[in-house]
Nanobody
């Protein structure tokens, strides 16, 4: 019953910026961890950045210093500010939410993805 909806993807020139947003809706109390992953054609889906409910962040080495993840726990949203974009950042970006539930443990939910294209 949980749904994640991404927005903010698009086409940008190298060196530019984009801000992705993800809104979670459904029947849950809290989201333990939210994050962004990406997948380019022919590649595996890879971690971009994550943030816990307490605000602890984790970034892929390739985006450190360029991307910043944030969340609003009250609104159940997570954002990814992407600066100094490179053509290598071109991919479909997916929102992920990890929700802990009694008995069943942690369940992972994925958004439908939003395309980010960086031109050289």
């Amino acid at each position: 019953q949980v749904q994640l909806v991404e927005s903010g993807g698009g086409l940008v020139q190298a060196g530019g910026s984009l801000r992705l947003s993800c809104a979670a809706s459904g029947s849950f109390l809290t989201i333990k961890t939210m994050g962004w992953y990406r997948q380019a054609p022919g590649n595996q889906r890879e971690l971009v950045a994550t943030i816990t409910s307490g605000g602890s962040t984790n970034y892929a080495d390739s985006v450190k210093g360029r991307f910043a993840i944030s969340r609003d726990n009250a609104k159940n949203t997570v954002s990814l500010q992407m600066n100094s974009l490179k053509p290598e950042d071109t991919a479909v970006y997916y929102c992920r939410a990890d929700i802990a539930r009694p008995v069943w443990g942690t369940t992972v939910y994925w958004g439908q993805g939003t395309q980010v294209t960086v031109s050289s």
